[in-house]
């Protein structure tokens, strides 16, 4: 700082210096203060599901919210069933963000594979989230996710089916067999994990350890330890309580919910569960 003193002294002195740095020395002496973070504020959607959303993403959440929608209406005018996949990305738990992401897109494929890929489209929320929402909150995920799933109309009108993943989806992902599968998440880790660049300084830090990858992928890897999987659970409960009443849809018509590949039973249809993300800004 002495330094830069002293060139803005000798600056005012000598009439050959241009004005533009005595302008720029005066900005590094006297730096622009730091943009405020902006206050959360609670949005809500059709469905008045309501989320505690950091203002900064919501065009962001705009932007990508038209383009998912375009997306969809591509597929859909291409004859194709639409799905959306619930799968857990976030590393809470034991997980490794990298890891979920490839089994999202991994199950993708494989539903894809099962039904058709001609005749079906699965939203993987891995693969369309925007890059402007770097650094967003679940919050602010879930807030942009449940006004793609509900729809304009708030009855969920461009999906077919849900698609929860489960233990079934993730062992499938990892080859296990169904004999001594803790220990194949072990050698997974030491294989592909522990010696991976990307995966350094979790372990370092001790956010990821081989006991925790182990115990998540091996006993909870599933939407039942998600967040924004219960938050979507819920959501698809209340489209599908909208169309029971209402009278183009009813209970024919309502959006098929598979979890772990199988279809969930009648009154799975109409249970809830825990929120996840959901909930307004508390002052």
Not at 87 to 100: C, E, F, Q, W
Not at 196 to 217: C, E, M, Q, V
Request: proline share 5%; charged share 20%.
């Amino acid at each position: 700082m002495n330094g830069l003193v002293k060139a803005y002294r000798r600056a005012q002195r000598s009439a050959a210096v241009p004005a533009l740095v005595l302008a720029g020395t005066i900005l590094l002496l006297n730096p622009a203060p730091a943009r405020a973070a902006s206050s959360p504020v609670t949005l809500c959607t059709a469905l008045d599901i309501c989320y505690c959303v950091n203002p900064d993403y919501r065009d962001a959440i705009t932007a990508n919210v038209a383009r998912v929608r375009k997306l969809i209406a591509d597929n859909r005018a291409q004859g194709k069933a639409i799905g959306y996949l619930s799968v857990p990305l976030s590393p809470a738990g034991g997980g490794a963000y990298l890891v979920n992401s490839d089994m999202a897109k991994a199950t993708a494929e494989h539903v894809g594979k099962r039904f058709g890929a001609r005749t079906v489209y699965l939203l993987n929320p891995g693969e369309e989230g925007s890059a402007a929402m770097q650094g967003a909150s679940g919050a602010d995920y879930m807030y942009m996710w449940t006004q793609i799933l509900e729809g304009e109309r708030g009855l969920g009108e461009d999906f077919d089916f849900f698609y929860f993943s489960g233990p079934t989806d993730f062992a499938r992902y990892f080859e296990l067999t169904g004999t001594a599968d803790l220990e194949r998440l072990e050698a997974w880790f030491d294989d592909k994990i522990a010696t991976n660049p990307k995966y350094k300084d979790a372990i370092a830090n001790g956010s990821l350890t081989k006991a925790g990858f182990r115990n998540y992928y091996g006993l909870r890897a599933s939407v039942a330890f998600s967040y924004g999987s219960h938050d979507e659970w819920n959501i698809a409960r209340l489209i599908n309580d909208r169309r029971r009443g209402a009278a183009d849809f009813g209970i024919a018509n309502q959006l098929a919910v598979l979890f772990d590949g199988q279809p969930v039973s009648p009154g799975g249809y109409e249970t809830p569960t825990a929120s996840g993300d959901v909930g307004r800004c508390i002052k």
